[in-house]
């Protein structure tokens, strides 16, 4: 007798993640809907050499599924776009949900993020995340960096935009994977997510930005890794998103170098108007999402973003060849 299907598909890819791998794994064993069968585990064993996918083997979950990529696919997609396309396909469940490999959950994760969609008040979910180890300044400012990317995708998307999402916390109806043509119809993009939300937005679908349950994922391990990662992330295609994040961002700046050539005190003025209300804007999106320890970022953010930026530029000049999961794409 055929085992009745799973409501809710949780996939994760993973590319020589071993140790992500085996905490994501661990949390998830400890999920109700896990336990009771309601849900099945997908990993995608993406290309590892170094064990991942024997880790999730023996992870001791009873739902799990695991599917191996022995090498990259031919095709125009990247390695992450073939893993999820694989992993999405698979999923037998009417909800499907994705997490980073080293993404931690806490019980209850899948209900409460699956729960605006199963009370059809909308079609995709995007939950919020935060970095550890909390007390790392990397850490504090990619969770920083998450509150004010989730709260302009709330935005935009509430004025009618087409947001963006994390896929280390995010929750959508399986039938809207058909309906947009899936990554094949998409195309190659290396924020793949961000490209998935556009395409879902496109179609119809509503996505939902709840407070709650945040996901905790691993910072990136010095600063010239999150510079690395940056490379990659700024890749997105051109969009009434992009502009806005851009414009809040450069306003900062551009008010300090107002001030800087004119020594004017309505700049002086404006520009800690401006410095106060981004601080605002992501501690209290920080409240919301239940994240403390920012630190000094939620203050100094906006001079980082466009240190970082000018960095990134220069860089991707230099060099357009981006090195991303043992392949490399320009």
Not at 20 to 26: I, R
Not at 58 to 85: H, M, N, V, W, Y
Not at 168 to 179: E, I, K, P, T, V
């Amino acid at each position: 007798m055929e085992a009745p299907r799973p409501r809710y598909s949780v996939v994760i890819t993973v590319h020589n993640d071993r140790e992500g791998m085996s905490a994501c794994l661990a949390a998830l064993l400890t999920e109700p809907e896990c336990i009771s069968g309601n849900a099945e585990v997908i990993v995608v064993d993406d290309r590892s050499d170094d064990g991942s996918g024997e880790v999730a083997a023996a992870s001791g979950i009873a739902s799990l599924r695991l599917f191996r990529i022995e090498e990259k696919l031919p095709g125009p997609l990247t390695a992450r776009q073939e893993a999820l396309d694989l992993g999405i396909r698979a999923a037998r469940g009417a909800i499907v949900l994705i997490l980073d490999s080293d993404a931690v959950v806490t019980p209850g994760w899948i209900a409460c993020l699956s729960s605006p969609i199963e009370k059809g008040i909308a079609d995709a979910v995007a939950g919020p995340i935060t970095f550890r180890p909390a007390g790392k300044p990397v850490a504090r400012l990619q969770s920083a960096d998450a509150c004010f990317y989730l709260t302009i995708c709330r935005l935009v998307a509430y004025c009618g935009g087409a947001p963006g999402i994390y896929f280390m916390n995010f929750a959508f109806h399986s039938a809207l994977y058909r309906q947009c043509g899936g990554f094949h119809r998409i195309g190659t993009r290396l924020t793949e997510d961000l490209a998935f939300a556009h395409a879902i937005h496109r179609i119809g679908a509503r996505i939902a930005f709840p407070s709650g349950p945040s996901v905790e994922v691993q910072a990136c391990k010095n600063w010239g890794a999150l510079l690395k990662r940056g490379r990659r992330v700024s890749s997105g295609e051109p969009s009434v998103l992009a502009a806005v994040l851009v414009a809040w961002v450069l306003s900062a700046p551009i008010l300090g170098i107002a001030l800087v050539i004119s020594h004017k005190l309505v700049f002086a003025t404006v520009l800690a108007f401006r410095i106060a209300a981004g601080a605002a804007l992501i501690t209290s999106a920080a409240h919301r999402y239940r994240i403390r320890g920012l630190g000094i970022f939620p203050y100094c953010y906006d001079f980082v973003a466009v240190a970082a930026g000018i960095w990134i530029a220069a860089s991707l000049y230099r060099d357009p060849v981006i090195e991303w999961g043992g392949v490399s794409y320009e």
